[in-house]
């Protein structure tokens, strides 16, 4: 850009100033050559007059002078000297003004080198004076001219281009930061700001009204997700005192009658619920706010998916029987790094969910993601259920908070928080992976996770060796 | 004789019916609506579990964790409010045994306060006294002391976990082991607990406890106690 402007300016420059010079230069001659034309015509009239022949008045007029050709036109006849220009390469048009009395030059081309030609009427002798000089030196000066300006332009196109890209570069800096911590605010980093460069003042300004807008969406993301915090904050203790007290109720409900029994075991059933929706609730809300503390350990994550299958067995007390888990052998000696407790969480939160609306699940398979071979990278784990499966528009939008699809008035519907797979995808993004649904090969629907794994550090005969910390 | 629990808790309503639900359990519930109030109760009559929440006016629930296990090795839970939060290691660091998360479920509670109940039963055949280094554990007596004879104060868990360690000398043990035997959880506990006694034990045990040489870590494993 600074390139071109450098150019279009240098272009600009080395015209006007070329066509400039080339004017004052030619007009200078032309004053010069009229004069010397005038001062022959009038010799020439003189010595007509003295009765000289006219070609004899020629030779005497061009005395010493090899520049000009001078022709003469008197009476239907024309008169030269040195044959070099003949009548007709006089331009018309000149030879018109003359004829009509006019003294007149004309600049103009003739075999390919500049030319002028003056013509000065002699009424006196009834003739017509012309000159024809050559403007070799003059064209010679105006060709040096030409090629300095272009010289000139083309170092002054190469210089700007070069200081175009370094202050393009150093004034572009700046907005550089800004377009860099738009990007970082937008992924979520919203402590990103501008420091303050010291300097120009149109960017101090830029960068004080950034900050301010930053400032601004910062608050305001912050104030939403903190009330979601404290109003799920505000119900704990309230929730605290009617599941100690439930628990109270329950212990005793030998004593009951059947139907205070049965209106206990709603109260007790919606409890629980009510706790994990809150308790969902203040996680998503925690993962909002970017206050999640994650702590990362080493783990087999085929030991970690049957652990985790039976701890949510145990605690969600499903009546669906618990699915196979089968482990690919590939799987090799791949460790995962995982915050065991959220990924408890995820294995629970897909169990439930096969129970609730896919009849249970069936089998969850733990192996390596084929793109990574052998003792790959990436870790799999699949959920599989029984059900219906899902419909293809709804695979995507199961992970959306509260979203309810077209299985809203299947059994499981109503006990459900509406966040568990939320919380699935939110706790799969913290391990830096990835979950999907699909069609599993007997129709029902299968969750998958994808979760990047670790080389074992530690292999198996070398396990005793100690290392202290 | 039941066991005493003492439950420090400002919102009375929830004390009130902790009280019902562990009085429900067997309990004999002790109330403290501070954490002043909690140590002047327990100094009257020591309990043998206290509860004590986190977020407490006056004296935080940090500061009474650190003052009651000045005074005591007492088994201590904390209720808090956030189990991701620095508040549980903060806990664990002030002197707490195990923690539960508002809102808690009972039988939960119930389940945390039987296993620091518990006490140490060694096998059979495991000798009575468990030595390593220039120390001597007595799992019996519940005594920890060096071969010169000057007692090592240590909590209840400290002491079970140390157990734990020197009954299977030279040989890891994996968080979730520790946290299965010495605290009754399943693989999904809490390793931080584990993590924070093993510091705790160590400044006691160890000659250095920046360099230690008998209770080990073993990186991606667990730990180990070597004589």
Partial sequence: MFALGALVLSVTMGAISYFTTRHILVSGQENAEIHSASKNATFVQQEIRDGYHTVTVLTAADYGNTRSSSLLYRRGNWYERQFSVPPSALPKSLRTMVHDGTPASLTYTRNGKPVIAVGIPIPAVHADYYEVFALTALSKTLGVLALALVGAGVATTVLGAALGRWASGRSLRPLTGVSRAAVAIASGELDTRLIAGRGDPDLAALTSSFNEMVDQLQERIEHETRFASDVSHELRSPLTTLAASLAVLEAHSADLTDASRRALELLSGDLRRFQRLVADLLEISRSDAGTADVSFEEVDPAELVRQAVAAAQRSLALETPAPRVEVDPALGGTRLLVDKRRFERVIANLLENAAHYGGGATVVRVGPAPHTNGAGHHVRVSVDDAGPGLPATERGRVFERFYRGHAANMRGAGTGTGLGLALVAEHVRLHGGKVWAEEADGGGARFTIELPGEQAEVDEEHADEVRAT | ?227
Avoid at chain 2, 145 to 174: I, P
């Fill in chain 2, 1 to 227: 004789m039941p066991s005493r629990i003492l439950v420090v808790e400002d919102d009375e309503r929830i004390r009130s019916s902790m009280r019902l639900a562990l009085e429900g359990e067997g309990y004999e519930v002790d109330e403290a609506a501070s954490g002043e109030e909690g140590l002047e109760r327990f100094g009257a009559h020591p309990s043998d579990v206290a509860l004590i929440d986190l977020m407490l006016p006056g004296m935080d629930g940090f500061e009474c964790c650190r003052s009651l296990r000045h005074q005591s090795a007492v088994p201590i839970i904390i209720v808090t409010a956030r189990s991701d939060t620095h508040d549980v290691v903060a806990g664990l660091e002030a002197g707490a045994d195990d923690y539960v998360t508002k809102p808690f479920v009972t039988k939960e509670l119930g389940a945390r306060i039987r296993a620091l109940l518990r006490r140490v039963r060694p096998a059979e055949d495991e000798p009575t006294v468990l030595s390593f280094g220039d120390l001597e554990l007595v799992p019996e007596e519940g005594v920890l002391r060096r071969r010169d004879g000057t007692e090592v104060h240590c909590t209840k868990t400290e002491f079970r976990l140390l157990c734990e360690l020197a009954s299977s000398q030279n040989k890891v043990l994996s968080r979730e082991q520790l946290l299965d035997r010495v605290w009754g959880y399943d693989y999904f506990g809490d390793g931080r607990l584990v993590d924070v006694h093993i510091r705790r034990l160590r400044t006691k045990v160890e000659p250095d406890p920046a360099l230690p040489r008998h209770i080990l870590t073993v990186r991606g494993m667990g730990y180990k106690l070597v004589p």
